[in-house]
């Protein structure tokens, strides 16, 4: 499994002065192909290849949730992902000190999860 760092650009959208500035998505390119990602600004992202697959993590610690993304070129979209939402959900699938975990390790638990 090999870390990238792609950039990651915030897609906006503000229809007049008065309703405001709108997040509309988060995307990301890898080998001139964009990704939606599903997650928020606040969010500690790692992107991950492996063979065909490009995995995300997005893990914020202060909402407590965990998910994992996996996307196949040229698809914009996931094609599955997992979704922990509680603390406690975390500490059930990834065990009590999932916090010192390795990125890569955390990506390789859930892998088994994606349905």
């Known amino acids: 499994m090999i870390q990238i760092s792609p950039s990651i650009k915030l897609f906006t959208y503000q229809g007049n002065i008065d309703s405001g500035l709108q997040i509309i998505s988060l995307v990301f390119s890898h080998n001139c192909n964009n990704y939606h990602l599903q997650g928020k600004t606040t969010d500690t992202i790692f992107i991950f290849t492996e063979g065909l697959g490009i995995y995300v993590l997005t893990i914020n ?26 603390p406690l959900q975390i ?11 390795a990125p ?6 859930l892998r088994d999860y994606l349905v």
Not at 64 to 79: F, H, T, W
Not at 91 to 101: H, N, T, Y
Not at 104 to 109: G, L
């Open 91 to 101: 500490k059930e699938v990834l065990g009590q000190k999932w916090e010192s975990s």
């Open 61 to 86: 610690k202060a909402n407590g949730y965990v998910g994992l993304n996996c996307y196949m070129a040229p698809e914009s979209d996931p094609i599955n992902s997992v979704f922990l939402h509680t």
């Open 104 to 109: 890569a390790a955390i990506v390789r638990r």
